[in-house]
């Protein structure tokens, strides 16, 4: 029984720090700033991201080839994203902070995406000029 107990306290340890983790690399790339192609690519005309374009985000970015095979995906970020949208559709009208938060979350989520999509793009390019100067 205490074995059971432990090996509870225990993954709900790992899970939260996995969960703090991924919300600060989340945080730090989406401190970056977003390449205006990105921008003009997915229809975005005021340069303001908004919870709502991270879809839009997402699927440029799957539509983006990855040359480079160490590259992360935003399977993670997807998951984060439905998580913290769920959370404010569920408990936001019954608390506006919850609801705040879950939208500062979300475009964090967006540009978190813009960023990746131009990192993706800017290496490709990279990529595409070395292979023409060998």
């Not at 992360?72 to 009208?93: D, E, I, N, S, T």
């Not at 500062?104 to 070395?130: D, F, H, K, T």
């Amino acid at each position: 029984m205490l074995a059971a107990i432990l090996f509870t306290i225990s993954i709900a340890a790992l899970s939260q720090f996995a969960l703090y983790y991924l919300r600060a690399v989340l945080t730090e790339l989406a401190a970056l700033p977003v390449s205006d192609r990105v921008l003009a690519a997915a229809g975005i005309e005021d340069g303001r991201l908004l919870p709502q374009h991270f879809l839009a985000l997402a699927e440029l970015h799957d539509l983006t080839p990855d040359l480079e095979a160490h590259r992360r995906g935003l399977g993670l970020v997807r998951l984060y994203y439905r998580f913290v949208r769920a959370l404010g559709v569920l408990f936001g009208k019954h608390m506006p902070v919850l609801a705040a938060w879950s939208e500062r979350e979300r475009v964090i989520c967006a540009r978190y995406a813009a960023v990746e999509i131009g990192r993706r793009l800017q290496a490709n390019l990279e990529l595409a000029a070395s292979l023409r100067s060998s």
